[in-house]
């Protein structure tokens, strides 16, 4: 069996008019998710002419991409909050969402909002008694040997590992564990309705 691998894309026509007006600070990098990347390099070619553009990347939902010190904002391609705040969080870097030619900045209430988000589910880890602790099998979100360590370290709790190629934050509820530390994507807990996990880096 063969099986052949067909990348989806976004086909939507510019509005060179709108891309060329857009008012952005003078050293951008350009982020957009796999699906985005024909109208990426279009926008790029456009906005080359006025701006410095110090970087083009793809991003995913578990990278963390790094910006060159020269970049003073990430223009993000593509739509919904999930890679926008991220990005935000990840890099301090002022961050604008392009969705259909309209432009708009990751506000600091959005931003303020999934930090609150984070700092309430660190204190119901810190008072809680049993802890599931999630390990990815994927290639390049395994981390086993650190799960393991951090379970070491948490003596004063009742821990367990959960091990799966796939995880579905929906099957929670069918376990009774009071937080969870995420090991895997580090955006996992954009899910919206996750309200006591933790990722790795932010167990002291």
């Not at 301090?92 to 900045?105: A, E, F, G, T």
């Not at 609150?116 to 290639?139: C, E, H």
Request: glycine residues 4%; positive net charge.
């Amino acid at each position: 069996m063969r099986i052949l691998f067909i990348p989806a894309k976004i086909k939507a026509e510019l509005n060179k008019t709108k891309i060329e007006a857009l008012k952005l600070p003078k050293n951008i990098a350009i982020a957009y998710s796999i699906q985005y990347i024909d109208i990426a390099n279009k926008i790029r070619n456009i906005l080359s002419k006025r701006y410095n553009i110090t970087q083009t990347t793809q991003i995913l939902g578990c990278s963390k991409p790094i910006f060159s010190k020269n970049t003073e904002a990430v223009l993000l391609i593509g739509s919904g909050q999930f890679h926008a705040v991220s990005l935000a969080i990840t890099t301090n870097l002022p961050i604008y969402i392009l969705d259909s030619d309209k432009l708009r900045k990751v506000s600091e209430e959005e931003i303020n909002d999934f930090k609150k988000k984070q700092q309430g589910a660190y204190l119901r880890f810190l008072d809680s008694n049993r802890v599931g602790i999630l390990v990815s099998a994927k290639p390049g979100q395994e981390n086993l040997k650190r799960a393991i360590n951090i379970r070491t370290k948490l003596k004063d709790k009742k821990t367990y590992l959960f091990i799966s190629n796939e995880i579905d934050v929906k099957q929670f509820e069918n376990f009774k564990i009071d937080a969870w530390v995420n090991t895997t994507c580090p955006r996992l807990d954009f899910e919206g309705f996750v309200f006591n996990m933790d990722n790795l880096g932010e167990i002291k």
